[in-house]
Structure formats: structure tokens, C-alpha cells
């Protein structure tokens, strides 16, 4: 895969993970992963955690051959877990909601990936004022009665999935991360402190089912588009070995 971006979802929905896939996911990790995993007291939560790195440990296999228990990941700025060995040219981004878990893999450029539950309880308007530019406000009260919710969570997780690519916290001002999307395709509109950003990044939104919503970051900053492919990750494309 050269210039592919692959996008991989899995979903619970799908069938849950047996005592053998859980294990060998939790082999995979490194210590400091192990802790982690075994410190959630909450089964979902620790499974969300085991298939996203199985997920990234897994797609990174397939793309160089290196064994999943050989990737190391370190933190970056604000939490991002980046690959700190093998030396490679791939990234590689992690999100994870309600029963859905998405991995992005990318060779050579900046990548991120935000999933959200499409049901969760509305709280849309409070949000939506805080975190939207006045131009994506407007959009989002302009939708029909039973879309503001959907509508919003679009923006958001747009949003999250520029905020991600880049490894940057909370740290700018959510309005000024903004986006179009008059013309089908979302396109980066930033503005205020970010007005002077590069807005070469390629944008794709997905429904992997009918209960999520995922949005991908690609960074195009060097004039190249790649083939972004989203896929089905399935409990069998985790390695044996
Ligand atoms: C860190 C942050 C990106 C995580 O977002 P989240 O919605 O809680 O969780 P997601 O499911 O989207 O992503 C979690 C994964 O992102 C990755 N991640 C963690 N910090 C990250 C960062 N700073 N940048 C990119 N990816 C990060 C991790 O792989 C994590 O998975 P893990 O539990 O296996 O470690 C988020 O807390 C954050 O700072 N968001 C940006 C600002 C914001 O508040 N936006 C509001 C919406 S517009």
C-alpha cells in the first residue's frame, strides 16, 4: 500500500472477542499498555483499549511484516501514542465509541480519526455554541428538527479528527478548527488563530452502521492525494502470531 490510508472499523455488533483473541491482544501490549488494560475497571472500556492497539499492532503487521508484538508506542504531545520503534515511515490513529473502534494507518503523513455514537443523549445546542464557528452554528440550527444532533456531531467529529492528526490537545480554540460543507465534500475553512493554517488536508466522512459517525484527517500538505480505503476489521484479521 504505497499511498493508501487505510481505515479500519470494528464493530461489537459484529460478534465479541473470545478468551483466545483477548489474550493474545493482551500479549501484544507493552507493560505500561498492560497496566493500563488491566486497570479499567470497566469490561467495555478495557476491551475498547485491547482492540484499538490489537487493531493498530495488526494493520502495522500487515503493511510492513513486522510482528504485532514488536511495535513500541510512546506518548507524544498531548497523550498521542506514536510509534516509537521500529524506525518506520507509518502513523497510525485510534478512536473508539460506543461499541465501535476505528484505526487509521498511514505511510508518510500526519493522519487522525474521530468515531461518535450517533444516539448519545442530546446535548447538542450548549455544545454546539461552544465549540462551532457562527457559519457551522448556523448550519446546525438550520437543520430540520431530529438532524441538529447529527449535524453537529459532523462538525465535531471533524473537529476532533483534525485535533488528533495534528497531536494537538484542547489546546486551540475549537470554533477556529472549521469546516464547510456546502459542496458535499467537508472542506477545511480555518479561521481566528488558525487562520493562517495550511488548509491542504483531505477530509472523508463515513457511517460504518447505522449508530456511528467517523471522520478522517489526512494530511495533503505536499500536493499528493492517497486512496483512502475504509474497511470491516474482523475478528479473524487479528494475527495467530
Ligand atoms: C485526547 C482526545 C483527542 C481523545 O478524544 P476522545 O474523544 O476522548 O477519545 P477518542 O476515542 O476519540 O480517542 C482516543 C484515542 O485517541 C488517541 N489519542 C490520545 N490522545 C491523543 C492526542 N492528543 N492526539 C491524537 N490522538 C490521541 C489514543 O489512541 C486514544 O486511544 P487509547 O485509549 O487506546 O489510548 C481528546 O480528549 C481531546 O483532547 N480532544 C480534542 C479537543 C476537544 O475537546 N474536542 C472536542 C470536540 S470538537
Redesign the pocket.
Known amino acids: 500500500m504505497p499511498d493508501d490510508v487505510l481505515v479500519a472499523v470494528f464493530n461489537a455488533d459484529d460478534g465479541g472477542l473470545d478468551a483466545d483473541v483477548w489474550t493474545r491482544l493482551r500479549d501484544w501490549l507493552q507493560p505500561n499498555e498492560r497496566e493500563r488494560a488491566d486497570n479499567y475497571a470497566d469490561r467495555e472500556a478495557r476491551a475498547a483499549?485491547l482492540i484499538?492497539?490489537g487493531m493498530a499492532r495488526a494493520m502495522l503487521s500487515e503493511v510492513t511484516g513486522v510482528p504485532p508484538a514488536e511495535w513500541r508506542f510512546a506518548e507524544g504531545a498531548?497523550?498521542?501514542?506514536e510509534i516509537a520503534s521500529p524506525d518506520t515511515p507509518y502513523h497510525f490513529?485510534?478512536?473508539?465509541?460506543h461499541g465501535a473502534v476505528a484505526c487509521i494507518v498511514g505511510r508518510g503523513r500526519e493522519i487522525?480519526v474521530?468515531v461518535e455514537f450517533l444516539h448519545r443523549p442530546a446535548a447538542a445546542h450548549d455544545v454546539a455554541a461552544r465549540?462551532c464557528a457562527p457559519d457551522e452554528l448556523d448550519d446546525v440550527n438550520a437543520a430540520p428538527d431530529g438532524q441538529r444532533q447529527e449535524r453537529f456531531l459532523v462538525y465535531?467529529t471533524l473537529?476532533?479528527a483534525y485535533?488528533?492528526a495534528r497531536?494537538l490537545?484542547?489546546s486551540l480554540h475549537?470554533g477556529d478548527v472549521a469546516f464547510s460543507l456546502a459542496d458535499g465534500q467537508p472542506k477545511f475553512a480555518p479561521r481566528g488563530s488558525l487562520a493562517d493554517a495550511d488548509t491542504r488536508w483531505t477530509f472523508r466522512l463515513a457511517q460504518p452502521n447505522d449508530q456511528h459517525l467517523i471522520a478522517v484527517a489526512v494530511d495533503t500538505r505536499d500536493g499528493t492525494e492517497p486512496n483512502i480505503r475504509f474497511q470491516r476489521f474482523a475478528n479473524n484479521r487479528f494475527p495467530r502470531a
Request: net charge positive; aromatic share 8%.
Open positions: 483499549f484499538g492497539r498531548h497523550g498521542r501514542p490513529n485510534l478512536a473508539h465509541s487522525g474521530d465549540v465535531w473537529k476532533e485535533l488528533k497531536g490537545g484542547i475549537l
